[in-house]
């Protein structure tokens, strides 16, 4: 149950940035919050991260509602002793979430962060980049160690 509380609230806070952001902001402005390093810049942004694969909202969809599935069908047989991973599926589901309901709307999705240095994006692709990246860490190094104790 505590998987579905975190991805409903990465939703919500996701949803309503995104709210926030259009209906505040006209498409294109950017207002400086720190100048030259982090702005928030209002784009839709059609594709997946960096912009790569525009206009393929069948596809990521699909691919989105695929990720959910896995996540609801792999969640209950994560144990309940590995909470770094729960979270992470829990991360990356509500970011799934946030993503797959612009597309469907809209075909795209609304990116406001601007470091200026690196592509435009939102809270869901935080929680995603930060859900995987829990994923990959427990993986890789929890997991690990509990197999070299048994």
């Known amino acids: 149950m505590p998987i579905l509380i975190l991805a409903m609230a990465v939703v919500v806070i996701d949803q309503w940035s995104k709210y926030y952001v259009q209906t505040h902001m006209s498409?294109?402005?950017?207002?400086?919050?720190?100048?030259?390093?982090?702005?928030?810049?209002?784009?839709?942004?059609?594709?997946?991260?960096?912009?790569?694969?525009?206009?393929?909202?069948?596809?990521?969809?699909?691919?989105?509602?695929?990720?959910?599935g896995a996540v609801v069908y792999l969640y209950p047989r994560i144990p309940a002793n590995?909470?770094?991973?729960?979270?992470?599926?829990?991360?990356?589901?509500?970011?799934?979430?946030?993503?797959?309901?612009?597309?469907?709307?809209?075909?795209?999705?609304?990116?406001?962060f601007d470091f200026r240095i690196w592509p435009i994006f939102n809270i869901a692709d935080i929680a995603i980049v930060v859900g995987v990246s829990c994923i990959i860490y427990t993986l890789l190094f929890i997991a690990e160690k509990k197999d070299e104790t048994n």
């Open 27 to 68: 498409l294109g402005m950017s207002i400086p919050l720190i100048p030259s390093v982090f702005h928030l810049t209002y784009i839709l942004n059609p594709g997946a991260a960096f912009g790569i694969l525009e206009n393929q909202r069948t596809f990521f969809v699909i691919v989105g509602l695929l990720m959910i």
């Open 82 to 112: 590995m909470r770094l991973l729960r979270l992470g599926t829990g991360l990356m589901m509500g970011g799934a979430v946030g993503n797959v309901i612009d597309r469907i709307q809209t075909g795209h999705v609304v990116d406001f």
